[in-house]
Structure formats: structure tokens, C-alpha cells
């Protein structure tokens, strides 16, 4: 998965592992410029994959 950082707009790629919960909330560093990101993702199981938020952390 990929997601836009709020900083510098580059796409960057975000691993999301399942066992580590359906509700996951957590800080990333962008590749890009390093600022960090709050990241906010939550199982939908009618698509299979995570629903991603991000904003500023
Ligand atoms: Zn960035």
C-alpha cells in the first residue's frame, strides 16, 4: 500500500501487517523528508485490505 505524505506530497510505500491487530494506530517516519505521520488504519473486510487515514503526527 502507499500513502501521501502531509509534508513534501511524495508518495511513499507503508507496510500494514494484519497480526498486529484489525485497529491500528502508529507513527511513521516519511522516507522522503522524515517528518513523522500519524498513521490510522482499520481492517475492511468487505474489501480485504486496511482503510488508511494519515495526517500530521
Ligand atoms: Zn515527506
Known amino acids: ?5 502531509h509534508f513534501c ?3 511513499i510505500p507503508l507496510e500494514i501487517y494484519r497480526e498486529e491487530g484489525d485497529k ?5 517516519d516519511c522516507e522522503v ?3 513523522p505521520l500519524h498513521i490510522t488504519a482499520e481492517w475492511n473486510d ?3 485490505d486496511f482503510d488508511v487515514e494519515v495526517d500530521a503526527g
Not at 491500528?24 to 511513521?28: A, G
Open 1 to 5: 500500500m502507499e500513502i501521501k505524505c
Open 33 to 35: 523528508c522524515c517528518h
Open 9 to 11: 506530497f511524495e508518495t
Open 24 to 28: 491500528q494506530d502508529f507513527i511513521v
Open 46 to 48: 468487505e474489501e480485504e
